[in-house]
């Protein structure tokens, strides 16, 4: 029993190599499909990413079914990733090929079709995003991009942007001055009166 579960039926190399490989290929049919909805995934890409990896464990795994040749697998997947990761944070040539560019997709109040359909955005899904980070439409949009992670970065429209502390400050002051001078006045009214 003992030698079943630590047994390899391949070699350590191979199993490192068909590892790298399918990580590889995996990471080259993201980047080929495009980032990804507004940093969701929708009932598809679950679908997608749940046989996907069934799809190529025994591309991994090989005939292998050891617990040894299961963590050499998990071991060089999580190495190859945090490595990659490393690289990806210095080197921003690297990045912008591995993980490409950000996509304009709103400008000016409006979408931009040939991005939508590029990213295989569809309007509402858009809309949706917008409404739950700004609590806005797609019209008090400056402009948005997606970024290559997912994540939806939106500038709204100057007339739309709300109140930061600094503003409500100088209204606070304002409003003490136009105080002060309706005191000032209604007391000095109550003297001549």
Known sequence: MWHDIFALPVSVAEKVVRTLLVYILILALFRLTGKRGLASLNAFDFVVIFLLSNVVQNAVIGNDTSFTGGAIGAVTLVAVNSVLNRWLAVDKRAAHIIEGTPTTVIEDGKAVPSAMRRLGLRPDEL??????????????????????????????????????????????????????LLHSRHDRDEKEG
């Open 127 to 180: 809309s949706d995003a917008v409404r739950k980070q700004t609590g806005t439409e797609i019209s008090s949009v400056s402009h948005s991009r997606l970024e290559p992670d997912g994540r939806l970065i939106v500038v709204l429209r100057y007339e739309e942007t709300n109140a930061n502390r600094a503003d409500i400050v100088t209204l606070e002051r304002h409003l003490a001055k136009i105080e002060g």
